[in-house]
């Protein structure tokens, strides 16, 4: 072997090893942050009364959400007649909100369809118990469904829209007098024709869903958070993430347990970046506040709200496409991420 040949080995062996000790240390090379540093936590609207949800932003760059009244806690300055729910509209220039809507329906998860419509899931507690659509240019609002098998549902919570316009919610039941008329809390897919078909009725209490910018996978959070009772015990709480593959037609197939909180917290309301990452609001005493997650459940960022129990989460459009706006308590608070939000792309 001469003196070139030799050279030349040596070259290639270094370029190997140096490959495989790259390939090898990948794990532990810390991701591009998703929150910028420097960026700083920003109250927007406080004056809700009990929680606020289904932050989301309108095609005009609009922030909507729910300010959701619970009745037996918020009533009027007299104290005497309970409130009927809200639905907000804030403009993110001036930072001044006003009410879009009361009464909301006891509306609770909002999201906005490709044609710029607000689709609304109205809960229990003297609420609609539906999935409404209203029209922003004419003020019309028509009733997507209200009744499955004939009977109401329980309290319609969170809602997510695929690019075929396809809408999935979510159905358990946490506050309300009204009888559970549904043999489960489940989730539901609404076609474009009309027709409904309950795809989960296995989950405890069925809350977040997003669906991933590429259209392959439905997330849902079942939020069984809190302590309930049945006959005279009281039942076992968890609350977790699942992922399931969504096919073309809208069904849902493998299930597969990405996060589970345990006893260590609780997910609520998520979303999700042009990455796929999701970007979910988790309720933990000691680290209240947003935690992004990659698709495959691995924690790679997080946002504190401090006290703030943190409710839902939405990303801004346009030149907002990069704040993430997030519902915490009885106020809204927006953040600058690395990450532009994903969007459904406009249509009819």
């Known amino acids: 072997m001469n003196v070139v040949t030799s050279l030349a080995s040596l070259v ?17 090379t810390p991701p591009r942050t998703l929150v910028p540093e420097g960026a700083k936590l920003e109250k927007v609207f406080d004056g809700g009364c009990v929680v606020i949800e289904g932050v989301t932003s309108a095609p005009d760059g609009t922030i909507f959400f729910s300010d959701v009244t619970v009745t037996s806690l918020c009533h009027d300055e007299a104290g005497i007649f309970s409130a009927a729910g809200n639905i907000w509209r804030l403009d993110p220039a001036t930072g001044r909100a006003t009410i879009f809507r009361s009464p909301s329906g006891m509306s609770n998860g909002l999201k906005f369809d490709a044609a710029g419509n607000l689709l609304a899931a109205e809960g229990a507690d003297h609420g ?48 309300g007098y009204e009888p ?7 989730l539901y897919r609404i076609d474009p024709d009309g027709r409904v078909t309950r795809l989960v009725s296995s989950a405890r209490k069925p809350n977040g869903i997003a669906i ?43 299930e597969r347990l990405l996060i589970d909180w345990a006893a260590q917290g609780a997910g609520d309301g998520m979303c999700v970046d042009v990455a796929g990452n999701l970007y979910i609001a988790v309720h933990e005493t000691g680290r209240q506040g947003v935690r992004i997650y990659s698709p495959q459940g691995q924690e790679i960022g997080y946002i504190s709200t401090g006290e703030s129990p943190a409710q839902n989460v939405g990303f801004g459009r346009g030149r907002e496409s990069h704040t993430l706006y997030i519902a915490a308590d009885r106020g809204v608070f927006r953040i600058t991420v690395t990450n532009a939000g994903y969007e459904l792309p406009r249509g009819r």
């Open 212 to 254: 991933s910018p590429d259209q392959k996978t439905l997330y849902v959070i079942d939020a069984d958070s809190g302590t309930y009772r049945v006959t005279d015990r009281e039942t076992e709480t968890r609350s977790r993430l699942f992922a399931y593959d969504l096919l073309s037609d809208g069904s849902i197939a493998r």
């Open 12 to 28: 290639a062996l270094v370029a190997l090893v140096a490959l495989a000790f790259a390939g090898s240390s990948s794990a532990a």
């Open 128 to 175: 609609g118990r539906r999935i409404t659509r209203t029209d922003l240019h004419t003020g019309r609002s028509y009733i997507l469904t209200a009744l499955y098998s004939g009977r109401p549902y329980n309290s319609p919570n969170d809602l997510a829209v695929d690019e075929r316009g396809r809408i999935f919610f979510t159905d358990p039941r946490y506050e």
């Open 180 to 186: 559970l008329e549904q043999l489960t809390e489940a």
